[in-house]
């Protein structure tokens, strides 16, 4: 069996593919006039913006609000969380968007004999980019307050989202 045409139908495919990445590239743009993504649901993981389900929502052109929270119970078991945190553009281009965050989440956890309720304040910088045309990952540096003592942590927080 002759490698040639595998070799040539492969290279074929290649070159193909590499002329739909310019055409798929102007569509994951945050700057878009026809369909400007507002509003987002999806998943977050963060010590000062809440762990589960997320919600986000623009305050203004500027300033986006995120919901994010949790309810886990089991028989002896109970926790939940709600956060809320307050992201600041910076700067957004192309496929980009560079904020600030600024959050706080309340966490409570019940399991016998024991409960442990606390909120944590954070601040930090984010970055969230388009994969795909509607779906989006965020990555932050947060600098949080756990309540229990006088410092500050540096913790991540992550969250993937589908915009509508």
């Not at 192309?94 to 019940?110: E, M, P, S, V």
Request: hydrophobic share 40%.
């Amino acid at each position: 069996m002759r490698p040639g045409p595998r070799l040539l139908s492969l290279a074929l495919l290649l070159i193909a593919s590499l002329y739909a990445l310019p055409a798929r590239a102007q569509t994951l743009d945050w700057n878009r006039l026809d369909d400007p993504m507002y509003e987002a649901i999806g998943l977050n993981l963060g010590l000062s913006s809440g762990v589960g389900l997320a919600y986000k929502f623009p305050l203004r052109w500027w300033l986006y609000a995120q919901a994010s929270g949790g309810v886990w119970n089991n028989q002896n078991d109970k926790r939940h969380n709600l956060g809320l945190e307050l992201q600041y553009i910076l700067r957004q281009s192309g496929r980009d968007k560079l904020y600030c965050g600024l959050g706080a989440a309340h966490f409570y956890h019940q399991e016998s004999g024991r409960t442990r309720d606390h909120i944590n304040v954070g601040f930090g910088v984010g970055m969230e980019r388009l994969f795909g045309e509607r779906t989006a990952v965020q990555a932050e540096a947060t600098f949080i307050d756990r309540g229990n003592k006088d410092t500050l942590m540096l913790f991540p927080q992550v969250g993937v989202y589908y915009y509508f």
